[in-house]
């Protein structure tokens, strides 16, 4: 593993990282003594949908964050919605993040971990007269509120006592009451200018079952009551979360100051801020993602199109490329949209130093090479990088049929054009120069077969072998050759900002027709026979490319991970 590897997986200092103000918030604390040195994060994913690139940078932070300045970091469920949450999702949370190179060691938790002690912390509210049972609609609640030039009316019920609140309250947990009957509001400010501290709603009733506590519960806490309470009960000092929390953020110090958790023991956790990852071509929002899955758009949370950690596995991604795509984009106060292509410039970077380069036909042409002896088989001594020697070499067959991509032969090609055409020599990579003699239509007059001749002498060691022509092509031996289905996948949306919805469409509306063609008759060379799930290869010509979880015994499926053209380096080139 190289020393930027070992950097991505947390094992750094925080000398060695980059400046940004998170960590210059961290080093001051340490400074100062603040939390007795200690630093202690965490992400707390909601179990109700697959994580996407955008909690790679989370989680990429968090758990770096803690190793590079000597900490620790949780990972905890906020498993408050029982309606939408599912095993499935906990189970896949763990492991996208194992397979990011990060370890929560014996610090797995879950919001509903503290369900009995937020419980008595609301009781503790509503006896400092800070919280009340309101009977309100959510419709109504929202009319109440105001908007952000006029201030909110009081609900009819914020002055009930604390004796009939406590019943109520306790009525609510015992089930008395239909969903949406009453909620449990915090008691601040109507006229606040922040619209989150007027009175938010702390508790709803909710008769679901949920997947830890099954039928215990039938009121639940709200996200920003439940989340800071959770924070300070696990002793969490940096509290790291997205912009759009910042709004929250005196709701959150409220709790942790209006509530006895035992500061002296766990501290005063510090919510702050960092601007979310937006990429271009790209929906990040979890309801539109699961209306993708669900209106079957893509094959699943795990589709190679997919933005979600699983589908960018499944594409071909690694997650070395992955944290070192979250390094370089850094950590922002402001939010703003990535271009994908850096993305994709971080797993070529990646794939171009660990991809063996294996020939591929996706698109079969046959070649036969008429003054080739008929049962004659050659092996051919090939690099396996030749970028990365030390990854050796390994011979390949060649024999009187081959085949070659069919754009690789033009009948009448333009100018330039410097692969096989009619009484033109191309070079085969790693074997010899062919020249094309005759082309064999069929009855429709499309080209299927092209006899060619070979020059004996001009492979590697002949007395032709220095000889140039200016094309060369990869092939594969017919005779040898194993099938293979590839899925070439683009991106799913033609618009740079789906989300940005134009009047009288939804993002679906900028969805990709092509974003995903499938070639059922390509072939590969023989080496790739047992060619295990998520080995990635560098397909010469054509791109990067993954062994799909599809293959199974006598059938290899492959799916594009990129393609060749490194739009992002030409950016940067340019702008250098």
């Excluded at 942790?256 to 929906?283: C, M, S, W």
């Excluded at 292509?341 to 171009?352: F, G, M, P, S, Y």
């Excluded at 092939?475 to 949306?493: G, K």
Aim: proline share 5%; hydrophobic share 35%.
């Amino acid at each position: 593993m190289s020393d930027r590897d070992e950097k991505s997986l947390g094992q750094e200092t925080a000398d060695s990282l980059p400046v940004n103000f998170i960590q210059t918030i961290i080093t001051e604390d340490l400074k100062s003594g603040k939390n007795n040195g200690r630093v202690h994060t965490r992400f707390p994913p909601e179990p109700n949908g697959y994580l996407h690139i955008g909690h790679a940078k989370s989680i990429c932070l968090n758990f770096g964050l803690a190793a590079a300045n000597g900490g620790i970091c949780n990972l905890r469920f906020d498993d408050t919605n029982p309606s939408k949450e599912e095993i499935e999702y906990v189970e896949s949370i763990q492991d996208n993040v194992r397979w990011l190179g990060f370890d929560w060691e014996d610090r797995l938790y879950y919001a509903s971990d503290y369900f009995d002690q937020l419980f008595e912390f609301a009781c503790q509210l509503i006896n400092k007269g800070q919280a009340y049972v309101c009977d309100l609609s959510a419709e109504e609640i929202r009319e109440y509120r105001g908007t952000l030039t006029e201030p909110g009316k009081e609900s009819p019920y914020r002055n009930r006592s604390i004796e009939e609140n406590l019943d109520l309250f306790m009525r609510m947990k015992n089930g008395e009451f239909p969903d949406g009957a009453r909620v449990l509001r915090a008691k601040i400010d109507m006229a606040s200018p922040n619209l989150n501290m007027r009175d938010p709603v702390l508790y709803r009733i909710q008769h679901a079952h949920h997947h830890r506590t099954g039928d215990k519960w039938c009121i639940y806490p709200m996200y920003d009551y439940a989340h800071p309470l959770s924070d300070a009960l696990e002793s969490i000092t940096h509290s790291v979360c997205t912009l759009e929390f910042a709004d929250h953020r005196p709701l959150y110090d409220w709790c942790i100051e209006q509530v006895d958790y035992g500061k002296e023991i766990h501290g005063r956790p510090q919510q702050i801020e960092f601007a979310r990852l937006n990429l271009t071509y790209t929906v990040m929002s979890k309801r539109k993602l699961r209306l993708l899955v669900e209106k079957g758009v893509v094959g699943g949370w795990d589709d190679p199109r997919m933005p979600t950690i699983s589908g960018l596995r499944r594409r071909g991604y690694t997650p070395e490329a992955i944290r070192d795509f979250c390094d370089r984009i850094g950590v922002a106060k402001r939010n703003s949209t990535v271009d994908i292509a850096l993305l994709e410039h971080c797993i070529r970077e990646d794939l171009n130093r660990r991809a063996s380069r294996v020939m591929a036909v996706l698109r079969p042409l046959k070649v036969v090479i008429t003054n080739y002896p008929e049962d004659k088989v050659e092996w051919m001594t090939t690099e396996n990088n030749i970028e990365q020697p030390e990854m050796g070499i390994r011979e390949i067959p060649f024999a009187r049929e081959i085949y070659i991509e069919q754009e690789d032969f033009m009948e009448d090609p333009p100018k330039k054009f410097f692969r096989l055409r009619p009484g033109g020599e191309v070079r085969l990579k790693s074997a010899y120069i062919i020249e094309c003699q005759e082309v064999i239509k069929d009855d429709q007059g499309r080209i299927v077969e092209l006899h060619c001749t070979y020059d004996p002498d001009s492979k590697s060691g002949g007395p032709n072998a220095g000889r140039r022509v200016k094309g060369t092509l990869h092939w594969v031996s017919a005779q040898h050759a194993i099938p293979a289905e590839v899925r070439l996948y683009d991106q799913l949306f033609l618009k740079e900002n789906p989300d940005d919805e134009e009047e009288g469409k939804d993002f679906t509306s900028f969805l990709n027709p092509d974003s995903l063609e499938v070639l059922k008759d390509s072939l590969v060379e023989p080496s790739l026979a047992d060619a295990a799930v998520e080995s990635s290869y560098q397909f010469l010509r054509q791109g990067y490319f993954v062994v799909d979880p599809d293959s199974s015994s006598g059938k290899l499926v492959f799916n594009r991970i990129v393609g060749l053209r490194d739009s992002w380096a030409k950016i940067q080139n340019k702008q250098g």
